[in-house]
């Protein structure tokens, strides 16, 4: 007996895909595999007990009856009466549950049977790729909200037509292609943008390639951008069309040129900074924020420890600590990052050589060690910054670079009395009042030029294949940032 | 009888999740609202029939028993025996599932319960957001999701 078990996660509330899934004798509209299906006997597509025939694309035929169908579980079950293929006692089921965090849908779809001896493996590899997993992707191509190409989707006059760059499966950066979508009109606390600038970050290339699970393809990547306020939804009040604003948050979706999103992650931007500079710096420059005044508020006279200084939000920790009148020593590979790192600020780099991180920093500290250490580096540099911290300092690991930092044994804290922080970005922006106070000193700090913005390098939209490249061949230095199309070639 | 529930994504495979979160004991480790936990009488964690004492971080201290526990399904189901909530015949049920597409975790989290009729909402809202829904974020800042 083979048992074959496959499941996923699909972006459409569970009322869509029950709509397309309990339709006994839907298939032909959805499944690749399905050239034409036919009810016996004049029964009904709900009658429990119906049989279905299906006509494959391979040309094989299968009669497989409605076992149970509950419109309360949203679950059915059926069985093969008979088939050209060889499965044998051949019973399956569909199950769908809410996923409640994000309005989303649990599909599982399981089956047991048996086969002629020898052919397990093979059998189960077609039913589990070509019959289930086969229908997961055209349900997910049918009802998924973002980027729904085949959907003659409801036009009403009120939508507003645009492009995104969208992914329809995880992988390199050739997934990347352009497609028109259009922006819905904004509901109840929704806002609706005609974006300007978009920013590029590496979380970037992760959603797209998906390492991080915030992007569940079809859909466009992206955490930043800037624009204008084309149309509010009702109940929105902080903000009105015509204004330029910004974001700097999850969900995924900013490569496009038009978007609708929940007002409350949109924030005003000042005149002086512009829709470009913005793109920019909203991302990073909301992580240093946190970083240096919430996560670890940096006091005068702290040495502050600061991984790869050089790079985005390490060149601001460096800048905005020093500012602060902390002691700043930035940890990098090269010299040409640690000429970086010093104009950006630190007063020390050090660099990978005959003695150990943790005490060159002891070296450079009279023994004591660092007050706080900014670790976005992870697996590779976590237990040389607790060994390089002071007594009682503070460890914030707030990234991975070099991979997960896996399981450690917290008793080993107690070396230095070690605070550790773990933060994560959406718990420091959920809120209006939140991201106006970041944003507030963000934007206080730019203005007084603590804070500098560096754009590197500015692209079309429709080239952020070639902006992932770039990035994962670390070719840049500063910000990339992506202009709508239509916009770039105005200039 | 009042019914809630809450379910979510976590970036990882069950099994993962699963060792993290099995121990009947284990609360603290994981869940931000609770601060310490005990087993009474010194009996091991994964005993069926068990109780567990612990204290919320907001001071409230509740004693749960474990109904059922299954490595097999992933799978944990408790009664409240002692709280300050003011439930009765609460029987709640943490599980897990594997999806199969990208690894990951689908997490679903059930109580059912008897309270006075004008309690339902505050209730529901209570166990749904800050317990249920507060610990799968607690997961998905761990595990990702």
Same mark, same amino acid.
């Given at each position: 007996m083979v048992a074959v078990r496959r499941?996923?996660?699909?972006? &459409?509330p569970i009322s869509a895909v029950w709509d397309v899934l309990r339709d006994f004798n839907g298939h032909e509209s959805w499944h690749p595999a399905v050239r034409r299906s036919d009810l016996e006997d004049g029964r009904r597509t709900d009658q429990i007990g119906a049989v279905r025939n299906f006509s494959l694309e391979s040309g094989d035929r299968i009669r497989e009856r409605l076992l149970s169908l509950s419109d309360k579980d949203k679950r059915l079950r059926y069985c093969i009466v008979d088939a050209d293929v060889p499965l044998q006692n051949y019973v399956a089921e569909i199950a769908l549950k809410p996923v409640t965090d994000g309005n989303r849908t649990f599909w599982s779809w399981t089956s047991t049977f048996g086969t002629p001896k020898g052919r397990e493996n093979e059998l189960a590899k077609l039913v589990a790729e070509g019959v289930y997993e086969a229908g997961f992707d055209a349900v997910r191509q049918r009802v998924e909200r973002v980027g729904r190409p085949a959907a003659p989707a409801i036009r009403n006059g009120a939508s507003l037509p645009g492009t995104a760059m969208v992914i329809d499966r995880h992988g390199g950066p050739e997934e990347l292609h352009a497609r028109p979508v259009d922006a819905l009109p904004p509901g109840p606390g929704q806002v609706r943008l005609r974006q300007t600038a978009i920013g590029v970050n590496?979380? =970037?290339?992760?959603?797209?390639?998906?390492?991080?699970?915030?992007?569940?393809? *079809?859909?466009?990547? $992206?955490?930043?951008?800037?624009?204008?306020?084309?149309?509010? $939804? *009702?109940d929105v009040r902080h903000l009105k069309p015509g204004q330029r604003v910004g974001y700097?948050?999850?969900?995924?979706?900013?490569? #496009?040129?038009?978007?609708?999103?929940?007002?409350?992650?949109?924030?005003?931007?000042?005149?002086?900074?512009?829709?470009?500079? &913005? #793109? @920019?710096?909203? +991302?990073?420059?909301?992580? @240093?924020?946190? +970083? +240096?005044h919430r996560v670890h508020?940096? %006091?005068?006279?702290?040495?502050?420890?600061?991984?790869?200084?050089?790079? !985005?939000? !390490?060149?601001?920790?460096?800048?905005? #600590?020093? %500012? +602060?009148? #902390?002691?700043?020593?930035? &940890?990098?590979?090269?010299? =040409?990052?640690?000429?970086?790192?010093?104009a950006a600020g630190a007063h020390h780099v050090i660099l990978p050589g005959r003695d150990s991180l943790e005490k060159q920093v002891r070296d450079l500290t009279q023994g004591r060690g660092a007050d706080v250490i900014y670790d976005a580096v992870g697996r590779d540099t976590f237990d040389h910054s607790v060994a390089a911290l002071a007594n009682c300092g503070h460890l914030v690991s707030f990234g991975q670079a070099s991979g997960d930092i896996g399981p450690r044994d917290i008793g080993a804290l107690a070396s230095r009395s070690v605070t550790l922080s773990r933060p994560n970005y959406g718990h420091y922006t959920d809120t209006p009042q939140k991201l106006s106070a970041i944003t507030g000193r963000l934007f206080d700090a730019l203005r007084n030029g603590i804070l500098r913005v560096e754009i590197g390098r500015t692209l079309p939209l429709s080239a952020a294949a070639t902006a992932h490249r770039a990035l994962e061949d670390r070719e840049t230095t500063g910000a990339t940032i992506l202009i709508p199309d239509d916009l770039y070639e105005k200039g | 009888m009042t019914e809630v529930y809450a379910s979510s994504v976590i970036g990882a495979p069950a099994d993962q999740v699963w060792a993290a979160i099995r121990n009947f004991n284990g609360l603290p480790s994981w869940h931000p609202a609770i601060a310490e936990s005990r087993i009474e009488g010194g009996a091991p964690a994964d005993q069926v029939g068990c109780v567990r004492a612990f204290r919320l971080k907001d001071g409230g201290f509740i004693r749960e028993k474990l109904l059922a526990l299954?490595?097999?399904?992933?799978?944990?189901t408790y009664s409240i025996l002692e709280s300050p909530m003011g439930v009765e015949n609460y029987i709640a049920t943490l599980k897990l599932s594997p999806i199969?597409?990208?690894?990951r975790t689908f997490a679903e989290w059930s109580a059912e319960f008897d309270c006075a009729p004008e309690r339902a909402d505050e209730l529901t809202d209570l166990i749904g957001n800050n317990v249920f829904q507060g610990g799968f974020d607690a997961l998905k800042g761990r595990f990702g999701g």
């Open positions: 499941s996923t996660v699909i972006d &459409a590496f979380i =970037d290339v992760y959603c797209r390639s998906g390492y991080f699970d915030l992007l569940n393809p *079809p859909g466009a990547p $992206g955490m930043e951008a800037a624009g204008v306020v084309e149309s509010i $939804g *009702p700097a948050c999850p969900p995924v979706g900013a490569y #496009a040129s038009v978007r609708t999103m929940d007002a409350h992650l949109v924030f005003p931007l000042p005149d002086f900074l512009d829709d470009r500079q &913005a #793109a @920019a710096i909203l +991302l990073k420059g909301i992580s @240093a924020e946190f +970083l +240096l508020p940096v %006091r005068e006279g702290e040495t502050v420890l600061v991984y790869a200084p050089a790079g !985005g939000v !390490g060149q601001l920790l460096c800048r905005w #600590a020093n %500012r +602060l009148g #902390a002691t700043v020593i930035g &940890a990098t590979s090269s010299e =040409d990052k640690a000429r970086i790192a010093r | 299954s490595d097999y399904d992933f799978a944990c199969t597409d990208g690894g």
